[in-house]
């Protein structure tokens, strides 16, 4: 999807996640086959080019048993 977007002139530039813990309502728990007040990892990612274009506006649910966060910053040692 990145290079497709980069043919088109979309390169992301900035943006903002969000990452927490909430429960499954009704509706998200149905969807993902959980019951209702599962804990999920709930992540907002929004994405905007260079020129300040809207990219991308993702929410995603995540099993923590199965997904992780692993985040770098700075200067490699």
């Known amino acids: 999807l990145t290079i497709t977007l980069a043919a088109y002139g979309f390169i992301g530039d900035h943006g903002d996640q969000w990452i927490g813990a909430e429960p499954l309502n009704e509706e998200d728990a149905l969807l993902l086959g959980r019951?209702?007040?599962?804990?999920?990892?709930?992540?907002?990612r929004t994405t905007y080019d260079r020129h300040g274009r809207l990219m991308e506006h993702v929410e995603s649910w995540l099993d923590p048993t199965h997904f992780r966060m692993h985040h770098s910053f700075g200067a490699p040692a």
């Open 35 to 44: 019951p209702v007040g599962t804990v999920f990892l709930k992540t907002l």
